[in-house]
């Protein structure tokens, strides 16, 4: 984990090579997901996005969202606990973490340019941790991310889907200005890599136009608790309802 900080402090993201520890938890995970799979077809393939995308159908991607015990075992493994005391989080609390299976063609699990803060709240410390089951790439599908762009400041946003909820009441906030991406950056990892993202830092799915294996990933969130300012609002998060739009008070926060 050594010489990353800088790097998350300038650039707004950090890579962390995959530990054995998460690497076995990584590929139990796999196979757990395998099987789930097999429930709703028989000769499921883990590489196959049809399969991924018939056993969807059949409420694959809502069972194993949050239900594999190893996603559990991530959440409270060393690695993440070193990880989190050499951030500097004194008193960390699961905030999100959830498996995602995703294939190009079920465009409703696609997301956006984002900043995560805007729509989940948390401190300011309360970053993202995305770990790929498989390998991520150009080619393979992966996360987009804009290096820097956490400095920017807080980007307009609208409901990714206004017909589920409103800006007020939505936990998927995408930006609505048009985003440069010459600067942009395909993230590349193996396997239980740690990929570390700032709360403000401009990021989104990525999938190559030609059909790809589905992109297996775990986003876990921590939160603070040791942070006065974020107390005081009232530890607002998105798991209470709460996002920057019903919440302004969290902007100043944010930008200072």
């Known amino acids: 984990m050594n010489n990353y900080k ?3 402090i300038k650039e707004g993201y950090a890579i962390i090579p995959a ?3 998460i690497i076995n938890i990584v590929d139990r995970l796999n196979d757990e997901l395998d099987n789930i799979g097999k429930f709703y077809i028989p000769n499921f393939h883990r590489n196959n996005p049809e399969h991924t995308l018939r056993a ?5 991607f809502k069972v ?22 050499d951030l500097g989080i004194k ?25 995560d ?29 804009i290096p ?20 007020s009441k939505s936990s998927n906030l995408i930006i609505s200005s048009e985003i440069n991406q010459e600067d942009s950056k395909i993230i590349e990892a193996k396997p239980g890599t740690i990929i570390v993202l700032h709360p403000l830092l401009i990021h989104r799915s990525y999938y190559p136009d030609q059909s790809h294996p589905p992109r297996r990933t775990v986003l876990l969130r921590v939160d603070e608790l040791d942070d006065v300012e974020h107390r005081n609002r009232g530890y607002k ?3 209470n309802g709460y996002n920057l739009i019903n919440s302004p008070e969290y902007e100043s926060y944010y930008k200072n």
């Open 6 to 8: 800088e790097k998350l």
């Open 19 to 21: 530990s054995n520890e």
């Open 56 to 60: 969807n159908l059949r409420g694959y």
């Open 64 to 85: 194993i969202r949050t239900s594999p015990f190893q996603l559990y075992e991530i959440a409270s493994s060393k690695t993440i606990r070193l990880l989190l005391n």
């Open 91 to 115: 008193f960390p609390v699961v905030h999100g973490c959830n498996v995602r299976v995703d294939v190009k063609e079920e465009s409703k699990h696609q997301f956006g340019w984002h900043q």
């Open 117 to 145: 803060a805007i729509s989940l709240l948390g401190s300011k410390s309360m970053y993202t941790y995305w770990i790929p089951l498989g390998e991520v790439s150009k080619t393979m599908g992966s996360l987009q991310i």
């Open 148 to 167: 820097g762009s956490h400095s920017r400041g807080i980007y307009p946003v609208k409901a990714r889907d206004p017909d589920l909820a409103d800006e």
């Open 237 to 239: 998060t998105s798991v």
